[in-house]
């Protein structure tokens, strides 16, 4: 995870931090690597459907905790 370092905004590093490692390793490869669902599962072998799921609480866990700082005037 090599961008974390290249990421400005305080709020979204400090998100992206206090991630499980394996969330982190999705998140790469789903937003900077360019893998999609299926190669992320056949990659980390697992299931479509945990990937999928992953991705979604890695969206919710993200929004949850910038909109929070938002609302705490970050």
Same mark, same amino acid.
């Given at each position: 995870?090599?961008?974390? $370092?290249? &990421?400005?905004?305080?709020?979204?590093?400090?998100?992206?931090? #206090? %991630?499980?490692?394996?969330?982190?390793?999705? +998140?790469?490869?789903?937003?900077?690597? $360019?893998? &999609?669902?299926?190669?992320?599962?056949?990659?980390?072998?697992? #299931? %479509?459907?945990?990937?999928?799921?992953?991705? +979604?609480?890695?969206?919710?866990?993200?929004?949850?905790?910038?909109?929070?700082?938002?609302?705490?005037?970050?």
């Amino acid at each position: 995870s090599d961008w974390l $370092g290249e &990421t400005e905004a305080p709020a979204l590093l400090e998100a992206l931090r #206090s %991630l499980h490692p394996e969330m982190l390793e999705i +998140l790469t490869l789903y937003v900077f690597e $360019g893998y &999609t669902q299926k190669q992320i599962a056949r990659y980390l072998c697992c #299931s %479509l459907q945990n990937v999928n799921t992953k991705l +979604l609480r890695l969206r919710r866990f993200l929004r949850r905790r910038l909109e929070r700082t938002k609302e705490d005037g970050g």
